[in-house]
């Protein structure tokens, strides 16, 4: 077998694949030089901290892994990624803006190690009552607290603290955060 031909009897081409078994990442920006090599701009580094050997980019409506021939970081939250028969500026320029996924079961299933951006998509569970309050859309970064946007079930959509301090446990098999939500925070509009 061929180098190519083992890459595509790995894992990834062999899991049937599901949307919510994948979590966004970042994005993919210009390419840099001529080479092939594309910007990452990522907002999880898990690709670095796990033996992943392939990202998967939605091209055209489609998850499609890619493999790495190579990256490096170019600042905290940007990377230079060349991915396998990505050889020129033209290839490298079609996937320009393509959003970057990562796979859920490479992540880290240790709860103390899940980052804030792999919980998109996990239940919100009242801790006090065990019930289930909503899915988490994303993660509001842009003020001086996180917040967890999320949609109830009865179709609102609210904004809860991710406190550290309020989240009394992640289950990352049955997918749940669970909260000491303040009280109230469920009758606000």
């Known amino acids: 077998?061929?180098?190519?031909?083992?890459?595509?009897?790995?894992?990834a081409s062999k899991r049937q694949w599901n949307?919510?078994?994948?979590?966004?990442i970042g994005k993919?920006?210009?390419p840099h030089?001529?080479?092939g090599e594309l910007s990452l701009m990522f907002d999880d580094d898990v690709f670095d901290r796990t033996d992943a050997d392939y990202l998967v980019l939605a091209v055209d409506g489609l998850l499609v892994p890619f493999f790495f021939e190579a990256y490096r970081f170019k600042g905290s939250q940007t990377?230079?990624?060349k991915f396998c028969d990505i050889d020129t500026q033209e290839q490298a320029r079609e996937l320009t803006g393509c959003d970057v996924f990562f796979p859920r079961w490479l992540a880290e299933t240790n709860s103390e190690d899940v980052s804030w951006?792999?919980?998109?998509?996990f239940c919100i569970i009242d801790a006090m009552s065990n019930k289930s309050v909503g899915e988490i859309l994303s993660i509001d970064d842009t003020t001086l607290n996180l917040l967890f946007e999320i949609r109830t079930?009865?179709?609102k959509e609210l904004l809860i603290p991710a406190s550290e301090q309020l989240i009394t446990g992640i289950d990352t098999t049955l997918r749940h955060v669970y909260v000491r939500l303040?009280?109230?925070i469920l009758d606000l509009d």
């Open 1 to 11: 077998m061929t180098k190519k031909e083992i890459r595509t009897e790995s894992t």
């Open 117 to 121: 951006v792999a919980l998109v998509g």
């Open 33 to 35: 030089g001529v080479k």
């Open 79 to 81: 990377a230079l990624v």
């Open 153 to 155: 079930f009865d179709g």
């Open 182 to 184: 303040p009280e109230g």
């Open 28 to 30: 993919l920006g210009k």
């Open 19 to 24: 949307d919510a078994d994948f979590y966004k």
